[in-house]
């Protein structure tokens, strides 16, 4: 395939997931190695889940602080790009590993995606590099679900409240890192956003939702426009769906905006089949 990597955008409820996971039944079916991230894989190439950094200096802190967890947590790190890599959610969710919430509270406060929004461009923007100069030389095509364009979005912008030209540099950044994978990123689309989320809700456990809010409402933009509850969330991906719609139409790689308001799944497949042949 003369793609080696299709990344799958869109809001919650949009259907990413599915599409990913149908990407990847054609995929099969044409005889394509392939590889399937979906959000929250500890696993993912690209990305980092559940992992924080430190410095030298606060890793040797963390040590020093955490005799019972010592070994656990050596045996939990990476040390690369002049720091420490602490995979956590693999030694809470893979491990059993209980970690005393005084500790977890410290590690947590490094976790990538909660430290300044400059030093989570640098990590994830190697992170993205390191993965485009292995997938490279691989024979193996890439899926990945909503890491490319709203990890971006989420932190920039949700979080940080950051400008949107530093929100679109930071996506543009990664785009330049994977450009030579010939990636094509499909942003699924739909045009109801109240109805797409209020199925993600209904599907979802009830914590899903109420971190979901607070993380849109309680910090950044939407604190900063004062959108609270429910509503407030609905009006805080609006304005998300409007940057991504933005950064969607400036990328410079193959683009493909499916509307999946109607969706009818015969005819949704056979578009995603014709993606996939017109790159082999």
Not at 8 to 26: M, W
């Amino acid at each position: 395939m003369n793609s080696k990597l299709i990344l799958v955008e869109g809001l919650p409820g949009s259907g990413k997931s599915t599409t990913a996971r149908l990407f990847q039944e054609i995929l099969i079916e044409e005889g394509i190695k392939n590889e399937l991230y979906i959000e929250g894989n500890l696993d993912h190439p690209a990305d980092y889940d559940a992992v924080s950094f430190f410095t030298e200096d606060e890793w040797l802190q963390l040590l020093n602080s955490s005799c019972e967890l010592k070994e656990a947590l050596v045996n939990n790190v990476e040390q690369k790009d002049n720091g420490y890599f602490l995979s956590y959610g693999k030694m809470i969710y893979r491990q059993g590993i209980k970690i005393p919430d005084a500790l977890f509270n410290r590690i947590f406060k490094h976790d990538i995606y909660e430290l300044p929004l400059e030093k989570n461009i640098e990590l994830i923007t190697n992170r993205w590099a390191n993965f485009a100069s292995h997938a490279i030389q691989s024979d193996t095509t890439y899926i990945f679900e909503c890491c490319f364009i709203q990890n971006p979005v989420t932190v920039g912008m949700l979080k940080y409240n950051a400008t949107k030209t530093t929100v679109m540099n930071y996506v543009q950044g990664l785009e330049e890192a994977i450009v030579k994978l010939n990636p094509i990123v499909v942003y699924v689309d739909q045009a109801d956003i109240s109805h797409s989320f209020g199925n993600a809700v209904k599907e979802r456990p009830k914590e899903w939702f109420n971190g979901f809010v607070e993380y849109y409402t309680g910090q950044g933009f939407g604190k900063v426009n004062g959108y609270e509850d429910y509503e407030g969330t609905l009006k805080v991906l609006e304005a998300r769906k409007e940057l991504e719609a933005e950064i969607f139409h400036s990328l410079k790689v193959e683009k493909v905006l499916l509307d999946n308001s109607a969706f009818n799944k015969k005819m949704f497949r056979k578009r995603l089949v014709e993606i996939v042949k017109e790159s082999i």
